[in-house]
């Protein structure tokens, strides 16, 4: 009996070891997760004192699921999220802060779990709420272990890369950490939507020996180099962003409040002039005119929120690590918003479509290009035909890509 104990722990020791050499020989450079608008959970613990509506929570003795909880979307309801979830500007500072009363943090920072579905409830993920999983999931099956070789930076993404110190700070930890965890071995990045930016606006500011010793490549999936026109609907009518029964003009107020949406508005350098983004009877407005779009719309401090974020990636500085662009192409993507008569601002427009992946106009997916020949890491790019925005993050041929990438 005892020496079949110890038979059986002498095996149990020998298949962990080459569970660990098949670990290391699978998992080859760690990676860190960065995701886009609407990537992150939020979680909120309220103590306020006025709210939208008498039946709105006003005080919670626990943090709850703010992002991404759809029973937070039913009708009248979501008055009380959008109350909870919007930003206030100071024009002194520029800066934005929450509502009072209202403490939100992002959990998980390091891990995967609050990137990899959106809705925090693990036993009711619904497909519509997969976020990296598919890509953690792969990940793991070669071999990665989730909040060790696999990592997530969830962030605030309601703001700009402006506001990001904290965060960034973070980053910095997160991928040094990830970097010694791993045997001393270089950080993949990924990112998606706006997490390119962000993750671009990071890399900017980092040493070039910095970069050199700890990050291998950025895998930028979706990347919103430009800007996009879609943008333009959050600030006008609103936008449901597909979810159902949700109706665009009652998100709008938390929407216009979101630095995010004014970093992500179609920038000077890919939109000219004479192209019209948003169309009403009394005026047109092209990328030249924002400032008359947000007096208009009676939202000037949105216009502040412009200027603050539109220089901080508008060069397309490079990023000085090497590339893998990502992204889908030929799908129906917002060209340009037609308010006709009596419908401006508060009626859902009519959408003029044009290349790219559904939300990102193709023009700035292909904004990592003008990187080729700029700096002496490599850029590499391949477009996925039809794969939509976000649906790209379960896409196969992505997938075995990445692996092409992290296993290099
Ligand atoms: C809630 O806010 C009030 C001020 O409005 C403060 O006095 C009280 O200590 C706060 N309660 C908690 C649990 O933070
Ligand atoms: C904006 O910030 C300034 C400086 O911190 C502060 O004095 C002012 O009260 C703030 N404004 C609002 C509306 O909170
Ligand atoms: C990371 O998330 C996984 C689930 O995805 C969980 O099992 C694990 O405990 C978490 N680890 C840490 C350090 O939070
Ligand atoms: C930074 O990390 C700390 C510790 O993990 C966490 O409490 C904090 O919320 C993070 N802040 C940001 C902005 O990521
Ligand atoms: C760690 O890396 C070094 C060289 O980079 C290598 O010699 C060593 O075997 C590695 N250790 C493990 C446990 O993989
Ligand atoms: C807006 O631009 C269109 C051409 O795109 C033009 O036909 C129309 O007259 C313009 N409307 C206004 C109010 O300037």
Known sequence: MVAVGKMGSRLAVLLVIICQLTTLLDAKYPVVLVP?????QFLAKLNKTTGPHEFCRQKTAEYFNLWLNLEELAPYVIDCFVDNMKLHYNATTHTTSNTPGVDIVIPGFGNTSSVEWLDADYFLHISSTSYFAPIVEALVKWGYKRGESVRGAPYDFRK?????????????????????RNNNTKVVLLAHSMGNPTTLY?????????????????????????????????????????VPFVEGINVREEQRSMPSS???????????????LVSQPKRNYTVKDYKAFFTDLGIPDAYLMRQDTENLVKDLTPPGVEIHCLHGINMPTPLQFQF????????????????????VNIRSLLGCLSWQGK??????????????????????????????????
């Open 36 to 40: 886009g608008d609407g990537g992150s």
């Open 160 to 180: 700009a890369p402006n506001e990001f110190g904290p965060f960034y700070n973070n980053l910095t930890n997160l991928i040094e950490d990830t970097f010694v």
């Open 202 to 242: 990071y890399l900017n500011h980092r040493p070039q020996v910095w970069k050199d010793k700890y990050i291998h490549s950025f895998i930028t999936i979706s990347g919103v180099w430009g800007g996009a026109v879609k943008p333009l609907r959050l600030f006008s009518a609103g936008d449901n962003l597909n």
């Open 262 to 276: 004014a970093f992500l508005m179609p920038s000077e350098n890919f939109w000219s002039a004479n192209e019209v």
């Open 340 to 359: 006709g008569e009596g419908m401006w601002p508060d009626t859902q427009p009519k959408v003029v479509t044009g290349n790219g992946d559904g939300t």
């Open 375 to 408: 700096q002496k890491q490599k850029v590499y790019h391949q477009t996925f035909p039809k794969a939509e925005h976000t649906e790209i993050l379960s896409n196969k041929d992505v997938i075995a890509y990445i692996k092409t990438v992290v296993n290099s």
